[in-house]
């Protein structure tokens, strides 16, 4: 499988570089002839076309610069506003949260009062704008856009709230950038990055499934400590040059290689 997708991606970029040598990116709606009549493409290519067409008209290209930032937890700091949020809703005799002791508590979500808060507080107007960015998350950022990485947001969305959908745009683009792309999805694994900062073990493990030389870095939290992948730098805020080290050896790999 992984020769398979080596294979797919050398032909995809070869399509890639005829195109832009021809400038022969066809417009929309142009025919699979029209397109094929302005440059030598074989028909062994033929089959890539419409996946790298789309992936053109999309903005992505193939072994594109791209570092993906998840929000809840690495950027923005969901954990301190449920915290808050959930103990100001508790009765006087439930225990008072603390960030040890959150995700064990959300392991609960499934009792129908504990559903209820969670709702309530997700579907708040305003709830998700005031999430405060979190610095450490900020901080890496920054250094991967100053290394040459487009930096993208990769969030999962509350399929019942859409609320949080209208406001994580409106934090990204408060505490960001006015024009900085965004994928809300329900699967991190379908989105292309060389990077992925990811606090939450299972959506880094399912981005690493399709992207088995990415770079996975972590920040460290009370529920992620044991998580150990060779893919994943831990980013405990105390090796910062090691952070780095890895997101230049991503940067600077070329499709098919390894950063390691
Ligand atoms: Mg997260």
Same mark, same amino acid.
């Given at each position: 499988?992984? /020769? ?37 493409? !074989? ?48 009765? $006087?005799?439930?225990?008072?949260? !603390? ?12 009792? $129908? ?79 292309? /990055? ?15 499934? !399709? ?9 460290? !939290? $009370? ?38």
């Amino acid at each position: 499988m992984v /020769g398979l997708m080596r294979g797919i991606n050398a032909t995809a970029k070869k399509i890639a570089d005829l195109m832009v040598l021809n400038s022969a990116i066809p417009p929309q709606g142009m025919s699979l002839e029209a397109w094929r009549a302005m440059g030598p493409i !074989t028909p062994s290519y033929e089959a890539m076309y419409v996946m790298v067409l789309e992936q053109l008209r999309s903005g992505y290209s193939v072994g594109a610069n791209i570092a993906l930032f998840d929000m809840d937890g690495s950027l923005a700091d969901y954990d301190g506003a449920m915290l808050e949020s959930l103990n100001a809703l508790a009765g $006087p005799d439930e225990e008072v949260l !603390t960030r040890e002791t959150l995700h064990e508590f959300l392991k609960k979500e499934e009792l $129908p009062h504990i559903k209820a808060r969670l709702r309530s507080i997700k579907r708040s107007h305003g709830w998700w704008c005031r999430l405060k960015p979190i610095p450490a998350g900020m901080e890496v950022l920054k250094m991967a856009t100053e290394i040459g990485f487009k930096p993208h947001i990769l969030t999962k969305g509350p399929k019942r709230a859409a609320i949080a959908w209208k406001e994580k745009v409106e934090w990204c683009q408060h505490h960001i950038a006015e024009d900085i792309d965004i994928h809300i999805t329900s699967d991190k694994g379908m989105v292309y /990055g060389k990077v992925l900062y990811d606090d939450f073990p299972d959506y880094m493990l399912r981005w690493l499934k !399709t992207r088995p030389r990415g770079l996975g870095i972590m920040p460290v !939290t $009370p529920s992620n400590r044991d998580f150990v992948h060779p893919n994943v730098i831990k980013w405990d805020e105390t090796n910062l040059d090691e952070v780095r080290d890895a997101l230049i050896a991503a940067f600077n790999r070329q499709a098919g290689d390894d950063w390691k």
